[in-house]
């Protein structure tokens, strides 16, 4: 499996306060990806980092920001949660394109954010 | 803009027999096609990748194909086993700058 590791698991806040998530990975990927997956929605892309320091947003950006100071670490903030974002998180790398063309998206075991 | 598609939502098939499912998605122009499995609680598992340039990936029982003329890919489960039970996502990467657009998932239920 590939090595990625997303804290916390679980999270429980209220409405209003500031939320981090963190996606570490070990696998030295270029490509991190932060989505979250909501029952009719399916898996909707929120922001991506291309490299360090590089990032961009994905389809529900709005009331999330993305930070990449080191290859390994992508982490993705609430500034002030709302009970909208209650959802299952979803940390995702690649390497990006190699020499047999782009490669596979790979993915960690979920942040569960329940915003009272 | 790119939409993918998956029909039906959930299916349920005896133990042991062949199945397919489909993907469908909106604009032919894709860089690849990736096939994940999600059991509950669990992220996604990669299955098969297809390149644009490619028809077809095979692993062990899983076939994946690919049509992009006509915007279609389908997932063949050969002698199909209860825990082959899980959601299977469909997935097109759209451009270079590597973003991917998700199906909504077929939930899978083999009967024992």
């Known amino acids: 499996d590939a090595g990625i590791t997303q804290s916390p698991r679980h999270k429980v806040t209220e409405t209003g306060t500031p939320v981090t998530l963190r996606c570490h990975q070990t696998e030295n990927h270029r490509y991190m990806y932060w989505y979250r997956q909501d029952p009719g929605h399916g898996l909707r892309l929120i922001h991506y980092?291309?490299?360090?320091?590089?990032?961009d947003k994905g389809e529900v950006s709005d009331g999330y920001s993305v930070s990449r100071s080191k290859t390994e670490d992508f982490l993705l903030t609430l500034e002030s949660a709302t009970s909208s974002q209650t959802s299952v998180y979803f940390c995702?790398?690649?390497?990006?394109?190699?020499?047999?063309?782009?490669?596979?998206?790979?993915f960690g075991d979920g942040t569960r954010l329940s915003i009272l | 803009k790119q939409e993918v598609t998956q029909i039906p939502a959930a299916l349920s098939v005896p133990e042991g027999e062949n199945l397919v499912l489909n993907c469908s998605f909106t604009d032919s122009a894709i860089y690849n096609l990736q096939w994940f499995r999600q059991d509950p609680g669990k992220g996604l598992t990669s299955l098969l990748l297809i390149q644009s340039s490619q028809r077809e990936q095979t692993s062990g029982r899983l076939n994946a194909s690919l049509d992009k003329s006509s915007g279609r890919s389908t997932l063949y489960i050969a002698a199909s086993q209860p825990g082959d039970s899980a959601t299977y996502l469909c997935?097109?990467?759209?451009?270079?700058?590597?973003?991917?657009?998700f199906g909504k998932g077929t939930r899978l239920h083999i009967l024992p």
């Open positions: 997935a097109v990467r759209v451009n270079r700058d590597d973003k991917i657009i």
């Open positions: 980092s291309y490299g360090v320091k590089d990032t």
């Open positions: 995702a790398i690649s390497a990006g394109t190699g020499v047999t063309g782009n490669q596979p998206q790979h």
